[in-house]
């Protein structure tokens, strides 16, 4: 409904320009398809946007910390993230909880077995309507336009802190100390380590689909094939068709952040 | 005029001697945060804001306050504030400062605090907020140095200076507003989630500022000679027994949503404020001795205040001791309420529906203290200027 919509706005705002200026637009179009050439393939999707997002399939996952926890190691090397003891003072990107902690909003009262005894898995939702995005004052966090991506400017950030106040998903962690000292695995070189005083979350490993590689946690989980990837806005996409076929849930869908992430329980 | 503040008794130099110490203390903590990272106070994942946050958002109030007797003076001509608006504007200036002192000491990267203007974002709250807290300090140096040199001078105050003492008013509502936006525009932050924590900021803002005023008047009066009138006082005291009364209905009303609707995410903030909250078979209720304090200094406080009234004791020199009890009374309880509770109780259940604690460090209390001491000293610099020209006036 949404998209329909806002696919119709688009296309009549477009097709009001042509009307003035039409050598112009052809122009524009030209560029932009041959610069991301998923927007011509895509022309069922929202106006030829890429929205990444993520299955993950839990029954997979069940009885597996090995796996999660080879998925959490997995992101903590490609993102060259530190490790504390302290909860107050830790960086998580990706981590696993309890289903209580990861579903707050879902009736915890007669779960099954499986699910009261098994960890659930968290990360950055990359939301399509990011409060923490909306909050931030000077753009440090932003949404990458075209890929749906919530990314950060970690040289821009001042520590507000003011999105970790907006994400009702605690998906956000605060440098309270010099991270550098901490990191306690390799350091990856292809990826910068942060500064104290900024904060930092899961980007949808970015800088790994840029290169054409798949998310880092993706590839650990891939012995059990437990995590889909890819475009959200493409039907013809495995996430979408894995959505197709398996009912799914998101972390508290009713606060309207629509997150990219789903879970199939 | 400068030079009044540099001439002063003993007493006077002594005072702020010792404010000098508490702000040197202070800026130790500081420089101790800044070289090692805010690792060193009591805030964490869950609780990403603290002692810092909360304190700005109180004294965002106690700057607004001043509003409370510019508007009855300039636009109601109430003519018994002449003597006092002045300490209205003089109050909202060091108070501005400590708000802006508490922001920056809250960044992870104050050297970056800049990238606020460079990046300008009106999507974000903070931005505003940044917007009208430098508005009206800014309209507040103005007022009150071009008036009370106007004073000084025994001449009437330009014209065009009423602009800015008319935008002043607006502003002084916007700036607590827009302060409650910061908290009331989150998804998922069920306390804060409430339509009514603008009003609510406001009503205790508007008797906590007068507060300060009524109980700087009455210790000039013993010390400086300066005397604002009784009627004055009185007057502002009635300001004051609304204002808190109208907090103290609005609070209620959030009880009423929350435990009538049964809404879980309602509840809870307020079971661990003032009951404490059981999870995980452990009791979380470190707030609910301050909390309850501050329900009953409230009320304490207001019934003091209105039999001084009732009885019209309120015009007596003896009356004096009480009027100050009665107020410290209820700044006390909405210092605890705003300067505390609000922004502790929101964040103490995190987004999982855990329960975390916060617990300020010795560092991070040693900052806040400096702070305060900043603002103290500034306060008594500024109310020593208004005073001195007042009495030069009278020779
Ligand atoms: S999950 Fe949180 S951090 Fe991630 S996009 Fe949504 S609001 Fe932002
Ligand atoms: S902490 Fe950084 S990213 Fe978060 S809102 Fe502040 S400036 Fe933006
Ligand atoms: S998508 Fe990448 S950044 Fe996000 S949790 Fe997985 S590995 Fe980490």
């Not at chain 2, 800049?114 to 800014?138: A, R």
């Not at chain 2, 008013?169 to 009331?184: E, G, N, R, W």
């Not at chain 2, 979380?284 to 039999?307: D, E, H, K, Q």
Request: net charge neutral; aromatic share 12%.
């Amino acid at each position: 409904m949404d998209t329909k919509r806002r696919t119709f706005l688009k296309a009549a705002g477009v097709a009001a320009l042509a009307g003035i200026s039409a050598p112009a637009v052809t122009k524009l179009a030209e560029a932009s398809s041959s610069a991301v050439p998923a927007v011509a393939e895509n022309s069922a999707g929202t106006a030829g946007k890429i929205r990444y997002g993520m299955v993950i399939d839990m029954r997979k996952l069940y009885d597996r910390p090995d796996i999660q926890e080879k998925m959490a190691a997995a992101c903590r090397y490609a993102h060259n993230i530190p490790t504390f003891d302290d909860p107050k003072s830790e960086i998580k990107w990706i981590w696993s909880a309890s289903y209580e902690e990861a579903f707050p909003e879902h009736s915890s009262a007669h779960n099954a077995e499986i699910i009261e005894e098994s960890e659930f898995l968290m990360l950055c939702n990359h939301c399509d309507n990011p409060p923490c995005v909306r909050v931030c004052p000077t753009k440090a966090t932003f949404k990458m336009e075209h890929n749906g991506i919530v990314a950060m400017d970690y040289h821009r950030c001042i520590g507000c802190r003011f999105c970790m106040m907006a994400c009702p998903y605690g998906a956000r962690s605060f440098n309270w100390f010099e991270p550098r000292p901490h990191i306690t695995q390799e350091i990856n070189p292809e990826f910068p380590t942060r500064m104290r005083g900024v904060v930092e979350k899961c980007n949808f490993c970015a800088e790994r689909l840029a290169r054409g590689e798949k998310p880092a946690c993706q590839e650990a989980a891939a012995e059990v094939g437990a995590i889909y990837f890819g475009d959200l806005n493409d039907p013809e996409s495995e996430v979408r068709k894995v959505l197709a076929e398996n009912p799914t849930i998101q972390r508290k869908p009713g606060l309207g952040t629509k997150p990219s992430v789903f879970y199939i329980v | 005029m400068i030079e009044k503040a540099l001439r002063g008794s003993s007493r006077y130099w002594t005072w702020l001697g010792i404010l000098a110490i508490f702000i040197g203390i202070g800026a130790v903590c500081y420089v101790r945060q800044f070289f090692i990272g805010q690792g060193l106070t009591g805030m964490g994942r869950d609780i990403g804001w603290g002692l810092y946050i909360s304190q700005f958002t109180f004294l965002v109030g106690v700057a607004a306050g001043g509003l409370m007797l510019v508007l009855p003076y300039y636009v109601h001509n109430y003519k018994a504030f002449g003597r006092i608006t002045i300490l209205g504007e003089f109050l909202a200036i060091p108070a501005l400062i400590m708000c802006l002192l508490f922001i920056m000491v809250d960044l992870g990267q104050p050297l970056r605090a800049m990238n606020m203007i460079l990046h300008p974002t009106p999507n974000s709250m903070l931005f505003w907020d940044m917007c009208v807290l430098l508005g009206y300090l800014f309209l507040n140096l103005i007022c009150s140095w071009v008036i009370l040199t106007a004073e000084r001078k025994e001449v009437a105050p330009p014209k065009w200076i009423y602009i800015f003492v008319y935008l002043s008013i607006p502003f002084a509502v916007s700036i607590h507003t827009v302060t409650a936006m910061l908290y009331c525009g989150l998804p998922g932050r069920d306390f804060w989630l409430s339509a009514i924590t603008a009003p609510r900021f406001l009503a205790s803002a508007f008797a906590a500022g007068p507060i300060i005023i009524v109980l700087a008047c009455l210790l000039m009066k013993r010390i400086a000679n300066f005397d604002a009138g009784k009627e004055a006082i009185n007057k502002i005291l009635t300001i004051i027994i609304y204002a808190a009364l109208t907090n103290a209905f609005f609070v209620c009303l959030e009880f009423f949503v929350a435990y009538y609707s049964k809404i879980p995410g309602h509840m809870h903030s307020l079971d661990y404020l003032f009951f404490g909250i059981e999870h995980n078979g452990e009791m979380y209720n470190n707030l609910v001795p301050f909390m309850w304090t501050s329900v009953f200094l409230c009320f304490g406080g207001l019934i003091v205040l209105a039999w001084l009234k009732l009885s019209k004791k309120v015009m007596t020199d003896a009356a004096d001791w009480i009027i100050a009890a009665g107020c410290l009374a209820v700044f006390l309880s909405l210092f605890i309420d705003k300067g505390l509770g609000f922004v502790l109780g929101g964040l103490a259940i995190t987004p999982f529906e855990t329960v975390v604690e916060y617990y300020p460090t010795v560092n991070e209390m040693g900052v806040t203290i400096g702070i305060w001491a900043v603002g103290i000293f500034m306060v008594t610099v500024l109310y020593k200027l208004a005073v001195d020209v007042e009495h030069e006036v009278e020779e």
